[in-house]
């Protein structure tokens, strides 16, 4: 089983600053695109922010302009750098990365931003 080590996440006041980041192991090949989904509490799992292997990125309409995804593709890691945090952006995050026609998932961290 694929593990994803991630880390950044905790705890920031409205207006604050996070920068979450994943890395893959280095047994996994032919990575497409790596990025973030999240989860508050009581909705879905959306997509934030991700990037493929030559550099494209999309984001949620909700973050755009506050986040910004990044990879270093030697390292097969993955980044995003999250500013202006709003309270609607609590939840727990979770990295992703799409290789061979699968998708591994990271176990999550947790983001809240207070009011």
């Known amino acids: 089983q694929v593990q994803l080590v991630e880390s950044g996440g905790g705890l920031v006041q409205a207006g604050g600053s996070l920068r979450l980041s994943c890395a893959a192991p280095?047994?996994?090949?032919?990575?497409?695109?790596m990025g973030w989904f999240r989860q508050a509490p009581g909705k879905q799992r959306e997509l934030v922010a991700g990037?493929?292997?030559?550099?494209?990125?999309h984001y949620a309409d909700s973050v755009k302009g506050r986040f910004t995804i990044s990879r270093d593709n030697a390292k097969s890691t993955v980044h995003l750098q999250m500013s202006s945090l709003e309270p609607e952006d609590t939840g727990v995050y979770y990295c992703?990365?799409?290789?061979?026609?699968?998708?591994?998932w990271g176990q999550g961290t947790q983001v809240t931003v207070s009011s």
């Open positions: 990037i493929t292997i030559g550099g494209s990125t």
């Open positions: 280095k047994t996994i090949f032919n990575i497409n695109a």
């Open positions: 992703y990365v799409d290789f061979n026609k699968n998708t591994a």
